[in-house]
């Protein structure tokens, strides 16, 4: 591998290397290797650029490389040196050679993203969202612009122009973030036309999701067993959604005359149908080991409510119930031996059939208290016999 294959083969994200090492290299080599030395300069000079505190120096010098070499007049290097002024904090420098720029090539797409970076810089989003209009009129396939002005849009509760850039992007790029952001616009605008067609698209995210993932979206257990993002998630919860506002709208709004009562029922039922889908296939999300995200208690709830009106009560009423701590277990009181009489002791020294060690001191049958007077002291009456009373020898 030479110099400039290796050079080539470090990740452009790891700008430090990329500086370091193109840096090293331009001075081993020089400009006699043609394109690819100017190539690796150019590259050095934009990597410097994002790391502009550590490495001003080597941009200024790989910008001025490029300058003698190629000209100041040249609009890709007027680029550079526009981004240069940028890094160093000077926008008016930097936008007054963007517009130069614009003045010799109406249609420079690298002059046109410099000044909306300009602007996002700025918080300027009034003039960014004119630079993407007029951006997007010549340059009608960038996604990125597109995503970019909807997302303006949301931000200015322009949600009729955010929809319109969202659709533009479906004909160019269709994802399932696309599908879901344009379904969120349609779901905040409330109406039951916008929500209808925002559960559309919510469905379509997951068809989405489920066949990159090589999943059924049919099966609650296979769309829990197949999540490893967000996306699927977003899309249940979005179907959910709509289908509960649908059903409240639709329940409390009078029936329109133009539309026919069958249909208003059946819509109705797909509304109950789908949303018992979605919060089936949410529960078994949520109670995989792998959901994206915990799931809040009150929305933990909502779903539960949406399958069994009971059950969220019930969840509720054990959740407010106080656990009361166990009562520990009484053992019951050890009966206590009687006390042994003196006369016992006394005769059971001197006799040598109750002298063996180990033998227990007999105790007449009226003396033998009973489990529940344990430990109370016996009567006189009552006390055991000693061996002369009892007849012994």
Known sequence: ????????????????????????????????????????????????????????????????????????????????????????????????????????????????????????????????????????????????????????????????????????????????????????????????????LARKYYCRALELTSSSSGTSVRSPTSISNAVTCGETTRALQGIFLTSQRLLRLRSRSPADPAIDPEQHHRDQLMDESMLRRSAESLLSVFGSARAPFPVRQSFHALLLSSLDPDAASRAANAAATPVEPATPRKLAPVEASPSVPSSISSSAASSPALADEGDPPVASPETTSAPGDAGSSPSPSSGPQTPESSGHD
């Not at 990329?18 to 000079?45: D, F, M, N, T």
């Not at 904090?89 to 002059?111: C, K, M, T, W």
Request: hydrophobic letters at 45%; a negative charge; one cysteine or more.
């Open 1 to 196: 591998m030479t110099p400039f294959e290796a050079f080539c083969a470090i990740n452009p994200a790891d700008t430090a290397q990329v500086v370091q090492a193109g840096h090293k290299l331009l001075h081993q080599s020089g400009p006699s290797h043609g394109e690819e030395y100017w190539s690796i300069c150019e590259r050095v000079l934009i990597a410097a650029l994002d790391r502009f505190d550590h490495f001003r120096p080597i941009a200024a010098d790989c910008l001025g490389r490029l300058e003698k070499q190629f000209g100041s007049r040249s609009l890709r290097i007027m680029r550079l040196a526009g981004m240069f002024e940028e890094a160093k904090g000077d926008f008016e420098a930097a936008a007054v050679v963007y517009h130069q720029i614009l003045e010799r090539d109406p249609s420079n797409a690298g002059a046109m993203k410099r000044l909306i970076a300009l602007a996002g810089q700025l918080e300027d989003a009034s003039r960014m969202v004119t630079l993407l209009v007029d951006y997007l009129e010549i340059y009608m396939n960038d996604a990125e612009a597109w995503k970019l002005l909807a997302s303006l849009y949301c931000r200015s509760s322009c949600y009729e122009q955010a929809i319109f850039c969202y659709e533009q992007l479906f004909v160019i790029q269709e994802t399932a973030s696309c599908r879901i952001l344009c379904a969120e616009a349609l779901y905040t605008r409330g109406d039951i036309e916008s929500l209808v």
